[in-house]
């Protein structure tokens, strides 16, 4: 026991001793807290019926032994009255790795709870396209905190740069307003969907196409001429865009005008028009075509043929095959389709 009592009085009396002592305990009770930490929190995490936390939880053994580690360590290197140099050194060393080890653990935690949230809720924020974003900026925002605090950790007044950061962005911003605008425009298009990657739409200036690629700054389109055409999203989330795969399934409805004489048999044109849309393989049996009467026109009675076609791309192709045969069937049936005419009465002299 004496013997004991000496050693303890030597290293009390060595400043030395006493930080190596101080390391071997930090050790021991960085583990120990770990443990304890695991023992309680598994049980509390066991209850639950999802597995993100206990994910997280596996995480978190790392940094919690390095933090309480080298909080051991900085005691055990205050202690052990070392120069004051070496003092600074080792202690920024100690924080900066604890720093680190944080900021990877805290990404790997935001990234994870990013991908269980998009899959939990059916928000269009949290999306195949948006999800890579907002995980690329929240490491962003999770590193610049990090470096805050290395360069506090190293007694670094980072006043000035921020100062300086801070003018810089809004000079950035004015020279970039259009990259910036078309981003943001990028980030609502992308959360409110008016279309989607593989969509076929209807671009205000005529042409239509399909949705190839959604980007931050612009949107690419592919016409049926096999036209690229890049459009900035500032200037799409101010267009009118007609997405003609929307709705609650991809089929559409096509209208074709027709003029019949007078003189026609109306039910006759009626009954051809229906039954040439049944026997095309591209119109859908249900809903059944339908004829309209829509005007007595100035040359004609003027009808209307409603069908229904499964995909918006092939409209063109039907169209022109219904027409053909409409033409030829017409002409067998003996229905006019009559020329616009003008009768000019000249007054006699």
Do not use: C
């Amino acid at each position: 026991m004496n013997l004991f009592i000496d050693y303890y009085n030597i290293v009390l009396a060595n400043p030395a001793l006493k930080g190596l002592a101080l390391v071997a305990i930090s050790i021991a009770v960085a583990k120990v807290v770990d443990v304890i930490f695991t023992l309680i929190f598994k049980k509390l995490v066991d209850r639950t019926k999802t597995s993100l936390d206990d994910q997280i939880l596996q995480l978190l053994h790392k940094p919690i032994f390095y933090s309480i580690l080298f909080i051991g360590f900085t005691i055990a290197v205050k202690t052990a009255s070392l120069p004051d140099y070496i003092d600074f050194a080792l202690v920024g060393i100690f924080k900066t790795i604890t720093i680190f080890i944080w900021i990877f653990v805290i990404s790997k935690i935001f990234i994870m709870s990013m991908e269980w949230a998009s899959r939990q809720t059916a928000s269009n924020l949290l999306q195949k396209n948006t999800l890579p974003l907002f995980n690329n900026l929240g490491k962003i925002a999770i590193g610049l905190f990090g470096i805050y605090f290395i360069f506090l950790s190293w007694k670094i007044n980072i006043n000035g740069i921020l100062a300086s950061a801070g003018v810089l962005g809004v000079v950035l911003g004015l020279a970039a307003k259009d990259t910036v605008s078309n981003f943001f425009a990028g980030i609502f298009l992308m959360a409110d969907s008016p279309f989607k990657e593989g969509d076929y739409i209807l671009l205000d200036t005529g042409e239509r196409g399909y949705v190839k690629k959604m980007g931050l700054r612009s949107t690419r389109f592919m016409t049926r001429d096999d036209i690229e055409i890049t459009i900035p999203n500032s200037v799409i989330a101010t267009s009118k865009i007609v997405n003609e795969s929307g709705g609650p399934e991809e089929t559409e409805r096509v209208r074709i005008n027709i003029h019949i004489a007078y003189n026609s048999d109306i039910d006759d044109a009626r009954s051809v028009l229906i039954d040439i849309a049944k026997n095309n393989e591209n119109v859908l049996k249900d809903p059944e075509p339908r004829v309209r009467f829509r005007e007595f026109a100035d040359h004609g009675l003027r009808l209307q043929l409603l069908f229904w076609i499964h995909m918006p791309e092939i409209r063109g192709r039907t169209v022109d095959a219904v027409n053909t045969e409409i033409y030829k069937r017409f002409a067998e049936h003996k229905i006019i389709i009559p020329y616009p005419t003008m009768k000019v009465i000249l007054p006699n002299k």
